[in-house]
């Protein structure tokens, strides 16, 4: 028997019985808050992510400051995930390039050396071969770090410390943006011009109660660093700005260029936000192969350190903003940026926060900084205060202090009880050098020493106003916006604002789809198919096993077809989306819900323009514009409303002014055409009374060129106004036995 490896006890007090429940949600619990608060999410007040914090941090440590030399990046990645960041050193180094890359970051925080990737999505040179340094972005985040302005805590081996959060003197969150996911929630944050940000955060400071439509007077929208043109209304901006949530439709920039005869071309020179520019125009190229751009005939990148991009047309006759507009529904030439101001309030609080609250918790975060860097200061010319006098004390007994020094076993017990002096004073004049006994002049000490103490006043009276703080602040916000003012390169607004332009949804549609000639053929059992080219003789068809042809007609791809069935419902569809001639096609269920117990009456092209009289086998009709007649969906619209047995028969295109109806019992009456009504949907009024039997053909016609007719041989009939007198009655009459001539099948045409 094996030894036995349970503790003496038995081991039944070891084991803890943990509800499994509990246990996930208290585990996943943590892990979300540490993914939300330590990963994805954004702090207010400075606007960086922990790892950003901590590159600009150990940049700071290694003195890479604005105005310094370069330093490889491996340095810097290794020092970050070395002593504050214990991740991975691959994404530091993508958090540290995203810093650095002037059209991922609206104003970046890192000035790199080297390769940085570019707008085509190529990526960074490897950190051995590039350098970096900070800007002065980062410089201002930084701002008062050694002057207490905000807490540390030790760094995640207790070695080091590393700030909660950075001053922040500059609006980072706004100016540069953010996104990231975390647990159940996300960040979205588009970048913003800083000048129209200061100018938004010095009219809160004056009027705190301000609303956002108030500041989105001065915060216009997003700035991008790529540019482009924002097309969305004012009204949903301030929306989006007020919730917190929203979004930003962003256009490319483009212009034409004349290229002579009456010949253009278009050149794009700014693209939306993080859209790859290679990307862009391999997916513009794949629309082009496919054919579903027929307006556009080549896409060509010129861009060097600009973008460039040139699409020219088919000919000089097509309409550039149809053109584009095509593009922009098809391709990223235009996207959507999404706006989701979820970001850790007071550090701590994820929260989806508009554009005053954020603007709001800065203001406050910026005070709070100036309170604790005011009382730094003031606890420092305090003690250089007490030093300074101490050294008046000293200089005033000169000879007996040097006398102390030289002479006494225990000079600094003696300074403190011979002067009154202070530990910290008696131990700066121990200290001091005997060069400084020339320069210990009263007249330098006196003035440092009213300096000091004139600072001093001013420092307690600004910590005790708030008036003074907040101008204080406003100044500083002043300094920044001086910085980074529009009349600057770097602070220039770069996204525009305009309205899309109206243009023609059809003439759009069109411009999408290749124009090219196709015959539609349905058959009996409901199979549709587009044969390309128009086929006139359509007798050669071939149909599966006991089908056989119900309609063919031409058309052009640009098309849209009507089907209308026995049921009174009518579904659309593009003539550039049915099956091709190969084969017998697709049946029309699998494209549309069709009843089972309906089938295809008949189809035709759209044409906007022209009505239609619909008639029922029960003799019930009604006139219909066939706009009224499309429908969008699957289920299509249902436009005559019929009962069985009763169902649709005839779909006939108004012409003139009369209409002709003949019954299955050969009795015709000739009634005007305006005693029918004009509706989108209905049952229809009666067209003619019959005992039995039910309407077998219907003609309209104007009655100053008299009705015509073809019989089985194909000769043709006509009869003028006055032969006709005899079946001219008013609607719903039964009629008479039809003219001499007309053929048997009851029929006007054979």
Not at 143 to 153: K, L, N, T, W, Y
Request: net charge negative; charged share 30%; with cysteine.
């Amino acid at each position: 028997m094996g030894q036995n490896t349970l503790p003496p006890d038995g081991g039944d007090d070891n084991i803890q019985p943990v509800d499994l429940k509990a246990a996930l949600e208290e585990r996943y619990l943590a892990y979300a808050l540490s993914t939300i608060t330590q990963r994805a999410l954004p702090d207010v007040r400075d606007g960086l992510k922990p790892v950003h914090r901590r590159i600009i941090h150990a940049m700071s440590e290694m003195g890479l400051r604005s105005n310094s030399s370069f330093k490889k990046c491996a340095r810097i990645v290794g020092d970050v995930i070395g002593k504050f960041h214990p991740h991975g050193d691959q994404s530091v180094y993508d958090a540290l390039v995203r810093l650095a890359q002037d059209f991922s970051q609206r104003y970046p925080i890192v000035d790199g050396q080297g390769n940085f990737g570019n707008i085509d999505g190529d990526n960074a040179a490897a950190y051995r071969y590039t350098e970096a340094r900070m800007t002065e972005v980062a410089t201002l985040l930084l701002e008062g770090i050694d002057q207490d302005a905000v807490d540390f805590r030790p760094t995640y081996n207790e070695e080091d410390e590393e700030p909660v959060v950075l001053p922040g003197a500059f609006p980072n969150l706004l100016a540069n943006g953010s996104s990231g996911i975390a647990v159940g929630m996300a960040t979205s944050i588009p970048s913003h011009n800083v000048h129209e940000l200061c100018d938004a955060a010095l009219h809160l400071i004056r009027h705190p109660d301000a609303d956002v439509e108030k500041l989105t007077e001065f915060v216009l929208g997003p700035d991008l660093p790529t540019g482009g043109i924002i097309i969305d209304s004012r009204e949903s901006i301030i929306e989006a700005y007020k919730t917190g949530r929203g979004g930003f439709r962003v256009r490319s920039k483009w212009q034409t260029e004349d290229l002579g005869r009456g010949g253009y071309q278009i050149v794009v020179t700014e693209i939306p936000y993080q859209v790859q520019k290679s990307r862009l125009i391999e997916k513009i190229a794949e629309l082009l192969i496919a054919r579903k751009l027929p307006l556009l005939e080549d896409i060509r990148d010129e861009s060097a350190e600009d973008v460039r991009i040139v699409l020219v047309p088919k000919s000089r006759t097509v309409d550039p903003t149809i053109l584009m507009e095509s593009l922009f529904k098809l391709s990223e030439l235009e996207s959507r940026i999404p706006l989701n101001m979820n970001v850790l309030s007071m550090g701590r609080v994820p929260r989806v926060m508009g554009l005053k609250d954020v603007l709001v918790e800065w203001l406050a975060h910026r005070r709070e900084v100036l309170q604790r860097r005011s009382r730094h200061r003031l606890a420092a010319i305090d003690r250089r205060l007490e030093i300074l006098g101490g050294y008046l004390i000293a200089y005033l007994n000169l000879d007996e202090v040097i006398r102390i020094i030289r002479e006494e076993d225990e000079p600094k017990t003696s300074l403190m009880e011979a002067f009154s002096l202070t530990d910290v004073q008696a131990e700066a004049i121990l200290n001091m050098r005997l060069r400084s006994l020339r320069k210990l002049e009263e007249f330098e000490i006196r003035t440092e020493f009213d300096n000091l103490s004139k600072e001093k006043a001013e420092i307690e009276a600004l910590l005790a106003s708030d008036e003074k703080q907040w101008q204080t602040v406003a100044w500083e916000i002043g300094e920044v916006r001086k910085k980074f003012a529009k009349a600057t390169e770097i602070g220039r607004r770069r996204t525009q604002f305009a309205s899309a332009p109206e243009a023609d949804v059809e003439a759009i549609q069109q411009a999408m789809i290749e124009k090219e000639p196709v015959t539609v053929v349905i058959s009996e059992k409901g199979w549709i198919r587009a044969l390309k080219g128009h086929i006139a003789d359509t007798s050669g068809l071939q149909f599966k096993e006991g089908d056989a042809l119900k309609v063919a007609f031409p058309a052009q791809t640009t098309d849209k077809v009507l089907i209308m069935t026995t049921g009174g419902k009518v579904f659309t569809l593009g003539a550039d989306k049915l099956p091709g001639g190969r084969g017998h096609g697709e049946p029309l269920r699998i494209m549309v819900d069709m009843e089972n117990d309906q089938d295809v009456l008949t189809a035709f092209v759209h044409d906007a323009a022209r009505k239609v009289i619909v008639a029922s086998q029960a003799g019930n009709g009604f006139v219909v514009a066939e706009t009224e007649m499309v429908a969008n969906t699957r289920k299509g619209k249902q436009v005559m409303n019929v009962g069985m047995p009763d169902e649709a028969k005839l779909v006939v295109p108004v012409r003139g002014d009369h209409v002709a109806v003949v019954g299955e019992n050969r009795k015709m009456l000739v009634f005007p055409l305006a005693q029918l009504p004009e509706m989108s949907r209905g049952k229809g009024v009666r067209l003619q009374r019959y005992k039995d039997g039910g309407v077998s053909d219907l003609r309209c016609f104007a009655i100053a060129d008299g009705l015509t007719w073809d019989d089985s041989a194909g000769r043709n009939f006509v009869r003028s106004k006055d032969e006709l007198t005899e079946w001219m009655g008013d609607r719903a009459s039964a009629g008479r036995t039809v003219p001499k001539g007309f053929p048997r099948s009851g029929k006007f045409s054979g």
